[in-house]
Each structure stands twice: as structure tokens, then as C-alpha cells.
């Protein structure tokens, strides 16, 4: 079908498309566009498909701009590659306190055989392990949508994903959109993700913590 892009919000990803009739106004999101030279715009030509959605109600596919070649418009943006995170100087830092420290409380215990001696040598692995699990930040200040290729400014919840090894980011209206149309993974997503960082920090500081609790209690234990 063809018709004419009667409203659009760029800044939401959607719009309206009148029909060359007149009798069909359509609903369009920036995800059904197959034309990737450029955005859509006001008043231009396009051809697309029309369908309903799970709730019945009717909505353009497949939609392409006509006179433009996709990949080939003169307003073409450039993809952005994220890169995933990489450990730092103040990573491997991290690493070897946390290690020398892990050493230092064998030492003392083995040395003195009271386990109070070894409190200083667990307190200090809190560092490194906040410092292992902190917030870090991409290279790139912004990225490229894996929904309508649109480029976006990261955010808290873009840099939270990264952190956590997702390099497909969404923006803000596309994530919103896949949380709508997939409820069930959007309350398991809200279900894991409480706490946020903290939880992980606190696990993943128990899982240091007590193997060396429980070695020594099972030396103190047999002795």
C-alpha cells in the first residue's frame, strides 16, 4: 500500500501514515521502517504493509520510504560499535590486594592460630571487591540503537545493561516498547535486577569470605 506520513515525533519513534485514499490513518513505529538512508519525515511517500497487532489494533510494517536507497541517504547516521568492558590498571590493582590480602590472613592464622588475628586481612578484601564490582562507564558517550538504529546518549539504565554484559542497547522508546510487548521478561528483569549492585557486591564478597571462615573453622575443628 502507499500512502503519506501525516505525523511524526522523532523524539518518540512513531507516527501516523494517511493512505493515498484518505480512508486509512495508520500507527507506525521507527522499528517498522526498512529504509536506513534516513529518518522519516513529515509528508514523505512510502510504501508499507498494514496488520494488527495481539490486541487488534491496526498497525503499519514493513514500511520504506519511497526515493531513498537503504544504507545510501545523504543523512545516513554511523553505526557505534560498543566495546565490552575491559579490566583497568585499577582492576588488576584490585586483584592483587585482594590476593595478598587472601594470603595474609592464611599467614596470620597459621602463625598465631587465633582467627581474631585474621579480621584486619578480611576487612581489607572489602576494597578490592567494591572496587571489582564498581560501575564503569563505555569509551563511547553514546550508541546505536539494535531496534531503529537511532543514536542514542547513554543512561543510567544503558550503562547498568553494559556493565552486566549486554551489548544489544536499546533507547528509551524501544526499551519501552519491548517491555510492552514482552511483560513477563520485563517482571523477571525487575525481579533480579533489585538490589542492583549492591547485591552483587555482597555476594560476591561472601563467596571470598567464607571458604577462609570455613577452612579455619574446620582446622580449629580436627586440632
Not at 545510501?72 to 590493582?93: F, N, V
Not at 562507564?137 to 542514542?152: D, G, I, L, N
Not at 577462609?212 to 574446620?218: H, K, S, T, Y
Request: aromatic share 8%; with cysteine.
Amino acid at each position: 500500500m502507499k500512502g503519506k506520513i501525516a505525523q511524526w515525533k522523532d523524539d518518540k519513534g512513531f507516527g501516523f501514515i494517511v493512505s493515498e485514499d484518505g480512508n486509512e490513518r495508520i500507527f507506525f513505529h521507527i522499528s517498522a521502517v526498512k529504509t536506513r538512508g534516513r529518518r522519516p519525515q513529515l509528508n514523505d511517500i512510502v510504501l508499507y504493509e498494514s496488520m494488527r497487532d495481539s490486541e487488534g489494533r491496526l498497525k503499519a510494517k514493513s514500511v520504506v520510504i519511497e526515493g531513498i536507497v537503504s544504507g545510501q541517504g545523504t543523512h545516513r547516521e554511523k553505526r557505534i560499535y560498543t566495546e565490552p568492558p575491559k579490566k583497568d590498571a585499577l582492576d588488576y590493582l584490585s586483584i592483587v590486594v585482594l590476593l595478598a590480602s587472601l594470603i595474609g590472613a592464611v599467614f596470620a592464622f597459621l602463625k598465631t592460630s587465633g582467627i581474631e588475628k585474621t579480621i584486619p586481612f578480611l576487612l581489607i578484601l572489602i576494597i578490592p571487591a567494591a572496587l571489582l564490582n564498581r560501575q564503569k562507564k563505555p569509551k563511547e558517550k553514546s550508541f546505536t540503537c539494535a531496534r531503529c538504529k537511532k543514536t542514542s546518549l547513554h543512561d543510567k539504565r544503558t550503562i547498568k545493561a553494559w556493565n552486566n554484559g549486554f551489548l544489544k542497547l536499546y533507547c528509551s522508546v524501544c526499551h519501552q516498547q519491548w517491555l510492552a510487548e514482552h511483560p513477563k521478561e520485563s517482571q523477571q528483569a525487575i525481579v533480579h535486577g533489585r538490589g542492583g549492585g549492591g547485591g552483587c557486591l555482597g555476594i560476591s564478597i561472601l563467596f571470598v569470605i567464607l571458604p577462609i571462615v570455613a577452612c579455619i573453622a574446620a582446622y580449629q575443628w580436627f586440632l
